[in-house]
């Protein structure tokens, strides 16, 4: 027993990392049993790890490094998202404009643009294929650049992908330590982030490039800390340019620019050009791909996330079964549309009647207005959590690193052929969440924000 206690943080460093290891070699999505044993077992390591007062910043820093590194060479097991990837990052490289093309179209000519463009479409999937891509442009960057390295090698592009995504993070936390010590938050609250299972499997293992997304967002705030708003919408466009999830964050500024400035109009004058910097950014970074079908393409392939998928819904699956009991069929077409208004509204309320006069009240609100996006969204893919996790390390709230945990229930749906969820499971997870978010929310003493 002391020699476990002495040596405790090795042991599970190593521990974690054979998890890690047969995680990414030697798993499938359709092992729902190994996927949840493994999944325990190494949010098990990350608890305790994290609880351990002794571990330096500096050695939490290497394992998060190193357990990444454990998937450098693995492909993605999880999601299949990663072939669309590869196939517009070849697109660009052949000088062809992937907004404006469907590789189903391709296909279905015997028409091959790009390198392995059959093994690609097979494995992106008829589904995917068939729609637009709907990837905003410095992501499309980061797919030409696997494609400039490796456009022979499908593995060869998953590495270099995997590279960014692990620098991305590594960037995450360089500025939320910095964020963090501004804030005078506990620096170590950066690793429920960093050192979080889920968030090395699903971005780091699966490809998906939130990280990088984060990694310009957390820049922005910590450049708006510092009163570089300038500095702060061209990131916050960047960020934008990856995933477009940070759009919904925009209103949410006006009490940081209007009422924290002692001149009302001076600082409407701020903020108009916050906006109009990152707006103009934003479009300056989608210039290279524009075309009279870009906007045309690009709106109908977000807007099928509203009217077409379905998954891990909460709230939509309720609304949906009542609906079932009036109209019988297609609820979602209804129900899509209403989501965006509450979202909207729920945002509004909170950009006009909750302070976000300093940057923490700014992030709780930031948190919550996601937070609300997502119980309502009729598709919520695990990943998507990932933005939650890193704007509740500078809150006091964690029913984020709880839903990273529980979320792992929503793949017991690729157990099943055909898929099909478990809606048992799902209202399991969402029990779960929605009885300690209640509680951390509406019922712990909290301290105020300041």
């Given at each position: ?162 590279v960014l995504i692990i620098l991305a ?156 009991l009036f109209r019988g069929y297609n ?112 019922i712990k003493r909290k301290p105020t924000?300041?």
């Amino acid at each position: 027993m002391s020699f476990f206690k002495k040596h405790s943080s090795i042991i599970l460093t190593l521990v974690s990392v054979v998890l890690y290891f047969l995680f990414a070699y030697t798993t499938e999505r359709t092992e729902f049993n190994k996927l949840l044993f493994l999944w325990i077992s190494l949010f098990t390591c990350y608890f305790v790890l994290l609880r351990d007062q002794q571990l330096s910043f500096a050695y939490l820093t290497r394992i998060a490094v190193l357990f990444r590194l454990v998937f450098l060479f693995a492909t993605p097991n999880l999601s299949q998202d990663f072939y669309r990837f590869i196939w517009d990052g070849r697109m660009i490289l052949e000088g062809l404009n992937p907004y404006l093309t469907l590789p189903q179209t391709f296909i279905e000519q015997n028409n091959y643009p790009i390198n392995q463009a059959n093994e690609l479409y097979k494995g992106m999937g008829v589904l995917n294929g068939s729609h637009y891509t709907n990837y905003p442009p410095i992501n499309q960057l980061c797919f030409f650049i696997a494609a400039l390295f490796t456009k022979n090698s499908i593995i060869g592009s998953i590495i270099v992908m995997r590279v960014l995504i692990i620098l991305a993070d590594i960037g995450i936390l360089y500025f939320g330590k910095k964020l963090l010590e501004r804030l005078q938050l506990p620096v170590k609250n950066i690793f429920l982030y960093i050192l979080n299972p889920f968030v090395i499997i699903e971005l780091t293992g699966n490809l998906h490039f939130e990280p990088v997304m984060l990694f310009f967002l957390v820049w922005s705030i910590y450049t708006l800390q510092q009163h570089k708003w300038f500095l702060a919408g061209i990131l916050l466009a960047c960020s934008i340019s990856v995933k477009l999830i940070p759009l919904l964050f925009l209103p949410l500024f006006f009490q940081w620019f209007v009422k924290g400035d002692i001149s009302t109009l001076k600082g409407f004058k701020k903020l108009v050009l916050f906006h109009l910097t990152t707006i103009f950014t934003v479009f300056l970074l989608f210039l290279p791909f524009y075309s009279s079908e870009l906007i045309s393409n690009y709106t109908n392939s977000v807007g099928l996330w509203f009217r077409n998928f379905e998954f891990n819904a909460s709230f939509y699956y309720v609304a949906r079964e009542i609906g079932y009991l009036f109209r019988g069929y297609n609820e979602i077409a209804i129900i899509g549309k209403i989501i965006p208004v509450l979202t909207i509204c729920f945002l509004l309320m909170l950009t006009f009647f909750k302070k976000n006069k300093s940057v923490k009240q700014l992030i709780v609100s930031m948190l919550l207005t996601l937070s609300c996006y997502y119980f309502l969204t009729t598709t919520m893919h695990p990943w998507y959590i990932a933005t939650l996790l890193i704007l509740s390390v500078c809150t006091q709230y964690r029913y984020a690193v709880l839903w990273s945990f529980v979320v792992i229930l929503s793949y017991q749906a690729y157990a099943n052929s055909p898929w099909k969820e478990n809606l048992w499971l799902i209202t399991l997870e969402y029990a779960l969440l929605y009885t300690y978010f209640i509680w951390e929310v509406f019922i712990k003493r909290k301290p105020t924000q300041n």
